[in-house]
């Protein structure tokens, strides 16, 4: 058990952090949208109500979809994009697919591969991309998910305005969900590039993010 | 969470019904002049506007208003705890409280994207 915990550690504190966020999350968007209720003097709901309500879920949503937006294009961009001296670039000359060798694919690959990466055909090139793949549908749906929470939302505002309510196409184009959308992107954007500059010059002694301290600026893709 | 979403948004045609019927019992008590029943279907912000524009008691206030009849050709949007149903003579908005539907707004006329116009609202 201690060696589970200690092996996994990791992913269980983040999926922890992620747990604990999220419920604080929702007692803070409950509390909120009452007080904007109550603002203008109409009906506030329950805790259960707002966990179910589109308030939440494009609250929810719409972070998500950027985070794996974010994954997506860093996953992606790292497989031709250099940055000299970073430790999230590849090294330099490294640039691209890579060779079936350097990729660990077929006869190449080692006793204890994933069975996918070793049997060919559709099944390795559709495991070789699996990770993009797979962010990708998580970034698209959750992208969807925002859209119609996002319409359904912004539709009870409209009628508290006494607006006529809009479909959902005149939604997508709307400034509001172009103003989520966007707001949520260029945080996520900020954030990769600039960690991928910073860790140039900056360490941070044992992380995995971190090039060993002592390692030079202009050395490229080493972690430690 | 998408399928959490979309079955919400998939539509309660019981809700709706209840929704409208608010709105139709609100038209049909005016229409018959018991403005105590109308009244009493009115959300309170709406009600002390009513009455604090027209300086007199809201039952009276509201029949002196030039409010539609009643309508039955229904059209209803609910999305959470806001609606709005046409009733072939009016365009009403209602909202959800503790103790139900009540009309925000009635007698409204349509103003491009803007606003409605309306004859009863709150402040």
Redesign the interface.
């Known amino acids: 058990m201690r060696t589970f915990l200690r092996n996994n550690s990791l992913g269980l504190f983040f999926g922890l952090l992620f747990l604990g966020t999220v419920v604080a999350q929702s007692i803070a968007g409950w509390q909120a949208f009452n007080d904007q ?1 109550v603002g203008e ?5 329950g805790y259960g109500e707002y966990l ?4 939440f ?1 494009v609250a ?2 719409e972070n998500w979809q950027s985070e794996f937006l974010q994954f997506l294009l860093y996953v992606l961009a790292t497989v031709w994009f250099l940055q000299q001296g970073s430790p999230e670039s590849k090294e330099l000359d490294k640039s691209g697919l890579e060779t079936d060798e350097q990729q660990e694919l077929g006869p190449h690959a080692p006793a204890d591969a994933p069975r996918w990466a070793v049997v060919g055909g559709w099944r390795t090139r559709l495991y070789s991309h699996s990770l993009a793949l797979t962010v990708g549908v998580i970034f698209l ?2 992208w ?2 925002q859209s ?2 996002g319409w ?2 912004d ?3 409209r ?7 809009q479909s959902w196409s005149g939604y997508v184009a709307s400034a509001d969900f172009w103003e989520r959308t966007l707001q949520n992107w260029q945080s996520e954007f900020l954030a990769v590039g600039a960690f991928a500059v910073l860790a140039i010059f900056l360490r941070e002694r044992g992380s995995a993010e971190s090039k060993p301290v002592g390692e030079p600026h202009h050395s490229t893709g080493v972690e430690g | ?2 399928v ?3 079955s ?2 998939a539509g309660d045609q019981d809700r709706d019904r209840a929704v409208a019927d608010v709105a139709q019992r609100f038209q049909a008590a005016v229409e018959s002049g018991d403005g105590e029943r109308a009244c009493g279907l009115l ?3 709406t009600r002390e506007t009513l009455e604090q524009d027209a300086q007199a008691p809201c039952a009276e206030a509201l029949l002196e208003e030039d409010l539609p009849p009643v309508g039955d050709e229904i059209e209803t ?1 609910v ?6 149903v046409r009733t072939g003579t009016d365009t009403v ?1 209602l ?4 103790d139900g539907w009540r009309v ?2 009635a007698g ?1 006329a ?1 103003s491009g ?4 116009e ?1 004859a009863v ?2 402040g």
């Open positions: 209720q003097r109409l009906g506030t709901i179910r309500s589109t308030d879920a929810v949503a749906l959750s969807l998910a119609v929470a359904a939302a539709n009870e505002r009628l508290e305005q006494l607006r006529d309510p | 969470m998408l959490l979403v979309l919400g948004c959300a309170p912000a949007e999305y959470a705890t806001a609606a709005q908005f909202g959800r409280f503790d925000v707004a409204c349509a994207d803007a606003p409605y309306c609202e709150g």
